[in-house]
Nanobody, 123 residues
């Protein structure tokens, strides 16, 4: 079992930056692929970024490529999402998730989810 706690969300003006963190419990964090997802009210959950268990491969949605960076520190059981050049459309709630697979970017293949952290980008 893995418990995930996100932090770092908040309000920012368009063009600004935020860094989300996701702290994981458990001794097997390094064996899980990790992902960040977002969901606006009334819309489907969208994959934002994902990273392999070892951190060697990353995936980004086209809408965030070049602006967001996912990384992980297995020694600290933490995964990060650095978000730069934020746009109003980046606004919804962001979720951190873990999968027992070593690699996936599909939300349906993720097993553990955090509670989410809201991000608001004002124009």
């Amino acid at each position: 079992q893995v418990q995930l706690v996100e932090s770092g969300g908040g309000w920012v003006q368009a063009g600004g930056s935020l860094r989300l963190s996701c702290a994981a419990s458990g001794r097997t964090f390094s064996s899980y692929a990790m992902g960040w997802f977002r969901q606006a009210q009334g819309k489907e959950r969208e994959t934002v970024a994902a990273i392999t268990s070892g951190g060697g491969i990353t995936y980004y949605a086209d809408s965030v490529k070049g602006r967001f960076t996912i990384s992980r520190d297995n020694a600290k059981n933490t995964v990060y999402l650095q978000m730069d050049s934020l746009k109003p459309e980046d606004t919804p709630v962001y979720y951190c998730a873990a999968t027992r697979r070593t690699w996936s970017w599909k939300s349906s293949e993720y097993d553990y989810w955090g509670q989410g952290t809201p991000v608001t980008v004002s124009s």
